[in-house]
């Protein structure tokens, strides 16, 4: 199969269009290299781009992404940290000031946590992935009377909650936070209405962001 028709019409877009008006801001990062002040972690989901939701130029955003944008918390065992990477570089390197995890609706990976989904493959990568809310879903508790949507909202912004503090188990950025150096925010994005809500770390409550 050769590379996608659709990839090589969207970058001639790009580069008859933005590359036009971003040249020399693409070459002036090129010489001084990045220096982003905000952090993103989103989910992998491809209606929630963190560029495309808050409007960001190359530079900008230094931004990583997983299944149900998840940070497992701190450990020094085990072998590859891809989360643990980008923000030894991001919090290390680049020293961001600010880190948003950023949680949406209709996430896929918290549907299949919440619904104890079959296994997609013998690796079961998700389920183990995602075996990382399971804090979050504890203090969600049941379902109850809550519909389906309401019970995966919840779920969503619960797991938002949770990453937070797992961020809090890396010492280095622990004491970052702590001085005052990097703040840490949670986010909530609603696809069907492109609504963006903040969290209220005082209250727990996701509050609409002005449109
Ligand atoms: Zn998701």
Redesign the pocket.
Known sequence: MSFPQRLIDGYSAFASGRLQSEQNRYRELAERGQQPEIMVIG?C?SR?SPEVIFDAGPGELFVVRN???LVPPFETQGTYHGVSAALEFGVGVLKVKHIVVLG?AH????RAFAEDAEPISPGDFIGRWMSLMAPAAEKVGARGKLSRAEFLERLEKASVVNTLDNLMTFPRLNKLIERGAVAIHGAYFGVATGQLSVLDRATGEFRPAKK
């Open positions: 989910c989901d929630v299944v149900a944008n949406h996430c896929g990976g918290v």
